[in-house]
């Protein structure tokens, strides 16, 4: 019998890791079947880019159950960072890329401070409202007599892309594509690395037994800001590849169907799993690129949409919930 | 001096709807646990409703398309419990997922409005024109009849909620839902009634403040943004913190609008909670254990 | 009036009930003793409908427990006291006796039962504006089984009692439940190893690893060292 339980779980292992490398592969080889559509690589490219925010929200969200709703806050500093480096100073857009990431962290330590010694959905409610404030921020800081920093409601426009080995990214579709999931591999790269180091450990632990990992001396408060942070930073990255990606970027980047929109890939993709968020990613974006010719229809589909996935969907994706909700519940009591 | 007591004034009418708005997420919070995203679209739901009904009957009188509305918000308020809420429920982890159904409700319902409605701006008709001259300073009668409304309201709300069977089960299953079910409570249907009192709340809030700021489908979203912030402020799931909290902010506004402008409002609403929940990590009323 | 058929319940792949059979006729007073952790609790709550078995049945009065809400459950005439308070903390003591009435069956006769709870227990008419969430161990005990009371019940489940009351207390709310079964009522009662429990029983249950174990008189385990060591740890 414990013998037939070894063999299974290491088939799902196998299994698993046969399931990666086939995904990776399909996403390194797509390109070459859609190379000619700008449109097709233009969704993946942004697949790309919704994954590591959605991955950096799921490592927060999933991993340490902090009821975060602030990410989008994160994705815009880092956007607007390198945005203001470029345009305002000139600044090459890779160091842009790393300053995004420290400026998203720092402030992400900043805002988790105060937050994270809060309760379950007190977490969620404030920093929700920390994000809900930014565009104002942003909006004050494209006034005239900042020197119009931010491009106020506008948005700074006109972001140089980034160079590679001599190469200009440009408007070549495709290497914005490859140059993306370099970028992914490293984020997913270093989420691993996190979740197995002894700070994921340590999460694991406060996940599943609160009081034994307290009695041990796991800090969770510690952890919490350090987690925060780096799934600030991540976030602050992949803002700011957006932003270049684009060529411009506005406060619409804060807007509520975003929001939504990126919570549902991380919950359907299924909550602390690793590369749940990635997948939830494709699935949505490309659900929302076809609902596109539907028009005014069609947030009205996509949010019946979330409410059927997510009420009628089996569970099992999403098993994970369950712990966090757990956490919530003791949050809360 | 009259500059003061119309800005108090202000402060008694805005504090009224937000109190409202954070009075019906507190309570469906604390007897349900679901974070309500739609609540603001209830709000908006009123106002379209009472344009609908307004526009069709015209000669109709204000009082009674008030309370028609009400009453159908009161209806909605259960259906949309038992449509949205109850099926999520059931599942494991419904508590985290209820949140992300309720916003895709919210998406779904103002969405809707844009398609029936189209984006141009409704009126809708005032309770009363005109205003009162009170010596040195003037009141106009709508904003009179928000504040007076809104207390009526809340007094009606507390005799509700203390008095009645229906406002009793409400209370016993925020408290204890497992003594909730001993004595026999269908959990379910007060779990409706309190999304139906919630829905009331939300509406009397839209059809008293949608004359002054017309209708739009978003209308109803920065009214339940600071509704939230409200509710944390006062503490989850206790109505009197709640209505503190309301009065305190919508001052605050108040000032802070006529100050810097109103839309470092909600900035300066989120630097005062973040400040209180440093001292005070579950709210003005929230009980610390 | 009351039997369970071959009760299983369970938490996930842990059977907690295992086989059960009961049976509670009408006016008993049925006490069932076992160690901590061992089911008992969770067979209450199985029979008053507040967890659902995995198999088997509860039959009252020849309808099918099992197969009810909880609501028409205590519609019917049964009523779980629970062990752990459950009170409505923020409601005063007279507040939690009327929640009580909440079903149907109880609201005619909700004024005696009211006097009569008083007279079971007077302290809690002095404390009746009260809230809940204020009082002492004893007296939430008294408040959880008068609430019982208030909703007319033919069959009371009462758990653990007498659970961290101190001596003079126990024997007044022994005392008091002996008075609610002179009432007509049905009491299935369960302790650990309070011999009071059996002294004032009908018969006596002992429950171990979520299988009863033994059936008999009180009397008899009372005449048997063997059983009263089980029983009692005397």
Redesign the interface.
Known sequence: MAVNCNSTKKSIDNKNIFLWVALIALLVVAPFFFRDSRRVMHILTMCLIWGMVAESWNLILGYASV?SFGQLGFVAIGAYTSAMLSVHLGISPWIGLIAAGVAAGIVGALIGL??L???G??V???T???S??MP??I??GGQPGYKNLTGGTFGLAGLKAYQLFGFNLGSVKIRWYYTGLVLLAIVLYAIYKIIHSYVGLAFVSLRDSQTFAKSLGVNDYKYKIIVFSISACIAGIAGAFYAHYSRIIDPSILE??I??LI??MV?LGG?GKFGGGVIGAFIITYINEILRPTG?????I??????IV???VP?GI????????VK??AG?? | MSTYIELLISGLVLGSIYALMSVGLTLI?GIT?V?NYAQGSLFTLTAYLAFVFFSNFVSMNYFVVFFITLALMAVIGFVFEKI?IR??RR???????V???T??????????F??IFGPLQKTLPRAFEGSLVLGAFRITKHNLFIIVAALLTIVILDRFLSKTRVGMSMRAVAQSSEGARIVGLDVDKVFGYSFATAGVLAGIAGILLTPRTLIYPLVG?PVF?KG??V??FGG?GSIKGTLYAAFILGMVEIIISYVFGA??A??V??II??VV??FR???LAGRW? | MLNTKNLYTSYGELSVVKDVNINVEKGELISLFGPNGHGKTTLLKTICGLIKPKSGEVNFNGSRLDRMDICEIVERGIVYVPEDRNLFTEMTVMENLIMGTNPIRARDSMKENLDYVFQLFPKLERIKDQLAGTLSGGEARMLTVGRGIMSNPEFMAIDEPSLGLAPNLRVEVFNSIKEIQKRGVSVFMVEQSTSMAAEIADRVYLMEEGQIVYEGEPSEVFSDSKLKQVFFGL
């Open positions: 009821f105060p937050c010694k809060l309760h959905i007190y969620g409610i404030v929700f409202g920390i809900l404030v104002t921020l909006v004050w509520l169907d929001f939504l919570l549902v919950v909550l005014q229809y069609r947030y009205v996509l949010g019946a949409l979330v409410i997510l009420t009628y569970s999403r098993g994970a919930i369950d712990k966090l909700a919530i519940k809360r009591t | 919070y646990k974070l949205f099926p999520v599942l494991p982890g419904w508590d985290f997922t949140i992300i159904v916003l895709g409700t919210a998406l779904l319902i103002d969405n809707l844009l398609v979203w943004q939230l912030v509710m944390v989850l839309r470092w909600l900035p609403f989120i909670l973040i929940l440093v990590p579950k709210g254990q």
